[in-house]
């Protein structure tokens, strides 16, 4: 097949009749073959243009197309950037379990990466027992709605903990920023379709699928790698590792302790934590396994009406169904030497409460598939760097976001509402008092206030210069009534359990795969799911003897 790259055409549907004809005839020309030496063309990526908002808005396609004699094409055409051959993106599964083997895996979290893992682990025949302390998606919605609603938290089973992990209540974004050279997004992507999601998330920019949607594609991968005989046990917290001792101070894991007192032994553990599962860090601390501090990022959820965002970003072509709610993404630099930037933008979305542990309160932005609420939500947060500002060891970032989500608690009046303040008032350093025509959308509810003394002095000052700065790119953004809640402290883990490049083990244990957001290295849905198809392709060949790619 041959790939072509920019390829842009006025907006419309790839998979109508007369958007499939342009296109069509669009790649006749591009090539420059006859209409009937195109054998056939798919859709690999189409995003939109809006530079000329104004004037007019492209789709822009890249596009895979079967022409005879594609070795003359591609020759005709081999000085040209935007015409080459098509990549192999298809997925190569790693070994099968060995005949016979009584080892079973055991994968820890079923966030997506341990979804993943488990997945592949599954379909080649390994069995896994996957282990999740929270719920399945059914009671887990109902215990986070008992948070939004009525004010109560279930530590184990809300945002954070349960079936589809901290991902599935959000925008369900499946894009990401990861180097991806074997294309394992792209497999993600296809186990999601399979599984019922929106066909059309395989070719638009920055696909999603939507909390209530993912709740069933979740499922349905649980139900096949249950099917294929993997075992999947909710409600069962992992409180230790087994260790046996290796030479040269090293250690050998032989399976995991339950909060019941139960223990299962496993050879191959794939630890997929999320980035809140502070209590299992600490257990890891205490048994020594090897860790280190990385940077993170703290800030707020800020509110504006998506109708001002749509115009902003799309002109006259706002709200445009071929196009749908805009984004945005920014980033400053602050005078200070902080870089403030957003954060999970979601369009028409709302803002939701995502504490997992009591007397704490934690912000997050959720958007269902339409992307049709009143707001737009973002997070607007400042990195923090553990050189500079927790030096004390690698959980001393943790620290300090439990510190900062109990004073986000404290002036949120102590009953999970959040502390909110109006955009004018935060940069002019006065309480608010009064909302504006910007609604906040946070349940259980918003208590107004100050909120400078919820971020550490660095972050405060830098984001009260970002905000105009920002408001000089989106018209409206720092617009006197848009609403700041707090905190949004979880924007990634503040840990890395770090592991060997080729093997994917732990430093110090031997057959312990630490990945996806809580072991740090993932953030969000897609690039966790990528890092758990790589534990699994790790997995697989530590049973065979051999290293990960």
């Not at 349905?220 to 040269?248: A, H, M, N, S, W």
Request: hydrophobic share 40%; net charge neutral; with cysteine.
């Amino acid at each position: 097949m041959i790939r072509i790259t920019e390829l842009s055409l006025r907006f419309g549907d790839p998979d109508s009749e007369s958007t499939r004809e342009l296109l069509r005839r669009a790649v006749v020309r591009r090539l420059g073959v006859r209409e009937a030496d195109l054998l056939g063309f798919t859709v690999y990526k189409r995003s939109h243009d809006a530079r000329r908002k104004d004037s007019e808005i492209s789709f822009v396609y890249i596009v895979d197309a079967t022409v005879k004699d594609e070795r003359a094409v591609l020759a005709r055409h081999a000085g040209d950037r935007h015409i080459s051959p098509t990549p192999d993106t298809g997925f190569h599964p790693p070994p099968h379990a060995p005949h016979g083997s009584a080892d079973r895996p055991i994968v820890v979290g079923f966030g997506p990466c341990g979804l993943f893992a488990a997945l592949v682990l599954a379909q080649q025949g390994y069995q896994p027992i996957v282990l999740e302390r929270g719920r399945d998606v059914r009671r887990r919605t109902q215990d986070t709605w008992a948070l939004w609603r009525r004010h109560v938290l279930d530590p184990e089973s809300n945002v954070q903990f349960g079936e589809g992990g901290a991902g599935l209540f959000s925008d369900g974004k499946l894009y990401s920023q990861i180097k991806d050279p074997r294309f394992l997004g792209r497999q993600v992507m296809r186990e999601f379709v399979r599984a019922g999601a929106p066909p059309e998330i395989m070719y638009v920019n920055k696909p999603h699928i939507g909390t209530f949607r993912l709740t069933g594609v979740v499922s349905k991968l649980r139900d096949e790698i249950i099917g294929l005989g993997g075992e999947v046990r909710f409600e069962q917290k992992v409180t230790d590792l087994l260790l046996e001792p290796l030479p040269e101070n090293r250690l050998q894991v032989a399976g995991v302790m339950l909060a019941s007192g139960e223990t299962i032994s496993a050879r191959h553990v794939v630890l997929a934590l999320g980035h809140s599962s502070r209590d299992t860090l600490r257990m890891l601390e205490r048994r020594n396994v090897f860790m280190e501090a990385k940077p993170f990022a703290v800030g707020f959820r800020i509110e504006h009406p998506q109708s001002m965002v749509d115009r902003a970003r799309l002109g006259r072509f706002a709200g445009h169904p071929d196009i749908g709610a805009a984004d945005y993404k920014l980033v400053h630099h602050a005078g200070n030497g902080r870089s403030v930037y957003s954060f999970c933008m979601c369009p028409g979305g709302t803002v939701v409460a995502a504490t997992s542990e009591p007397g704490r309160v934690v912000t997050n932005g959720m958007s269902q598939y339409s992307r049709n609420e009143r707001n737009a939500n973002a997070g607007i947060v400042v990195g923090i760097d553990p050189a500079r500002d927790y030096p004390a060891g690698p959980l001393a970032g943790m620290v300090l976001q439990e510190a900062l989500e109990a004073r986000a608690f404290e002036l949120g009046g102590g009953d999970y509402s959040a502390p909110g303040q109006l955009v004018r008032d935060f940069i002019d350093g006065r309480a608010s008092a009064v909302l504006g025509e910007v609604e906040p959308s946070y349940k259980p509810g918003v208590k107004l206030t100050d909120l400078a003394s919820l971020l550490p002095p660095e972050a405060t000052v830098a984001i009260r210069e970002a905000l105009p700065a920002f408001g000089r790119q989106i018209r409206g953004f720092d617009r006197d009534d848009a609403v700041l809640t707090g905190i949004e402290s979880r924007t990634s883990s503040p840990v890395r359990i770090t592991r060997d490049n080729q093997t994917l083990q732990s430093l110090n244990v031997r057959g312990l795969y630490p990945g996806g957001e809580g072991a740090g290295y993932a953030g969000g849905i897609l690039s966790a799911g990528v890092d758990g198809i790589k534990l699994a392709e790790a997995v697989a060949l530590g049973f065979s003897g051999k290293a990960a790619n």
